[in-house]
């Protein structure tokens, strides 16, 4: 009985500092508090219109003066192989996305898409092909329909995106719904009938900053925080 109780309490242990190493191997990106770290693109500071609203990172069009779309970057440190995880939030019509290897000196970079696949469409009279809806690996890779769950526009809904050099694996609302590996034969073949095949850059570079895509509506992301790998 007592060999029970020792046993229990050791794999306790064990499952405590496992919990606790693996919490300690993620980095927030936004602790809902400040924006340190965030910058636009080009290197400058955030414009007027992104704000902290209830510990989340948001974008308010309205009412600001700067109208431009100006895509923003985590720009304290690039990263290569990595888990990042996020969650956002847009309005009716709301189009934006997740960059990563970004180079703020321009060039192609990744993109996981975010639209509201429902009401695009309708509101702006422009029908969304598969690679342009959300979770897609944008003009490259679609997402498996039958595999994603998307809350309605206005609710929250989660992504993960998992790299390596190996393996890149999209998340949505907890499901894999897309994979691939990166500068294979397949990935090139890709590109080179896309609308990436006039852009010697697109993909092509292994770090980068993480950024966000202001495409000129409302957005809000929380919990934004990334791991190593």
């Not at 306790?12 to 965030?38: A, H, P, Q, Y």
């Not at 934006?96 to 469409?121: A, K, R, V």
């Not at 095949?197 to 202001?214: C, L, P, S, V, W």
């Amino acid at each position: 009985m007592i060999k029970k109780i020792l046993f229990s309490i050791s794999f306790l242990l064990i499952s405590c500092n496992s919990n606790v190493e693996s919490e300690s191997e993620w980095i927030n990106l936004f602790d809902g508090s400040s924006t340190s770290g965030w910058l636009a693109r080009d290197g400058s500071n955030l414009h007027s219109g992104w704000k902290i609203i209830d510990g989340t990172l948001t974008l308010r069009k309205e009412g600001t003066e700067e109208d431009e779309k100006i895509d923003i970057i985590y720009g304290a440190e690039m990263f290569d192989n990595f888990e990042l995880y996020l969650e956002w939030k847009i309005p009716p019509g709301g189009n934006s996305g997740i960059f990563y290897h970004l180079q703020e000196s321009g060039g192609g970079s990744p993109e996981y898409q975010i639209i509201d696949d429902i009401n695009y469409d309708s509101i702006h009279g422009i029908s969304l092909t598969p690679l342009q809806k959300t979770a897609s690996d944008y003009g490259m890779y679609a997402a498996d329909p039958k595999m994603k769950i998307l809350n309605p526009v206005g609710q929250w809904n989660s992504s993960k995106i998992i790299f390596s050099e190996e393996n890149v694996e999209y998340w949505l609302n907890g499901n894999k719904v897309l994979s691939f590996t990166p500068w294979s034969d397949e990935w090139y073949e890709k590109k080179n009938n896309s609308m990436w095949r006039d852009n010697k850059d697109y993909g092509e570079f292994k770090t980068g900053y993480i950024g966000f895509q202001d495409y000129g509506n409302d957005l809000s992301f929380r919990n934004i925080k990334i791991k190593k790998l």
